[in-house]
Nanobody, 120 residues
Framework: QVQLVESGGGLVQPGGSLRLSCAAS????????MGWHRQAPGKQRELVAA???????NYADSVKGRFTIFRDNAKNTVYLQMNSLKPEDTAVYYC??????????????WGQGTQVTVSS
């Protein structure tokens, strides 16, 4: 069974920074892409950033230039460095691992979510 464990959320003032991390564990052979999505109250879940095994990245327009995604393939861990945070970044942030190859299947997995609140 694959598990994703997130950490790093919390309360921060506008203009501040946070770093989220997400570690995947289990009998994993490889993970194609890892990324972060977020969901604010009353809104749909949206992609924030994603990164492939080869290092190709994709960002939502709203976070370009402020957020940076990177991963440690050897540790099956993905990070999201968030700078210049704005109140509109407030949401529950979910980690996603896509096309996870294990001994028995290929599937996508989600973390439990971590709250990020940007407020003065």
């Amino acid at each position: 069974q694959v598990q994703l464990v997130e950490s790093g959320g919390g309360l921060v003032q506008p203009g501040g920074s946070l770093r989220l991390s997400c570690a995947a564990s289990g009998h994993i052979f490889s993970i194609n892409a890892m990324g972060w999505h977020r969901q604010a109250p009353g809104k749909q879940r949206e992609l924030v950033a994603a990164i492939t095994t080869g290092g190709s990245t994709n960002y939502a327009d709203s976070v370009k230039g402020r957020f940076t995604i990177f991963r440690d393939n050897a540790k099956n861990t993905v990070y999201l460095q968030m700078n210049s945070l704005k109140p509109e970044d407030t949401a529950v942030y979910y980690c996603k691992a896509a096309d996870v190859h294990t001994t028995s299947r290929i599937d996508d997995y989600w973390g439990q979510g971590t709250q990020v609140t940007v407020s003065s």
